[in-house]
């Protein structure tokens, strides 16, 4: 696919929120963590179809290093990142994004 990626609001916030958290701890485990995110989207921009189906209709990458699963769904000709989820803090909290 090769295409758009785009966030949703709440998504961008996790994602923000996580580099702050590691900021405060480490530099370079945030820098670690944004690189590993960059990777992830490159992958599921490559090959969308390729990570495991979640709920509704969306997929989930789960990151290598970090306790992150980055939600996402193919939506008009782009990827929509649903959520950027901590892998152990209430799951499937981010179902009601699915149709909004």
């Known amino acids: 696919m090769g295409g758009e990626v785009e966030f949703h609001p709440a998504a961008l916030?996790?994602?923000r929120a996580a580099v702050?958290?590691?900021?405060?701890r480490s530099r370079l485990a945030a820098v670690a963590f944004v690189l590993e995110l960059e990777v992830a989207?490159?992958?599921?921009t490559e090959s969308p179809a390729r990570w495991p189906s979640a709920?509704?209709?969306c997929r989930r990458y789960v990151l290598h290093r970090?306790?992150?699963?980055?939600?996402y769904r193919e939506h008009r000709a782009?990827?929509?990142?649903?959520?950027?989820?901590?892998a152990r803090r209430r799951p499937g909290y981010w179902t009601g994004r699915v149709n909004a």
Do not use: K, M, N, T
């Open 66 to 71: 970090f306790p992150f699963l980055v939600i």
């Open 20 to 24: 702050d958290w590691y900021s405060r």
């Open 55 to 57: 709920i509704g209709g």
């Open 13 to 15: 916030q996790e994602a």
């Open 41 to 44: 989207l490159s992958s599921i």
């Open 78 to 86: 782009a990827i929509e990142v649903i959520a950027v989820a901590h």
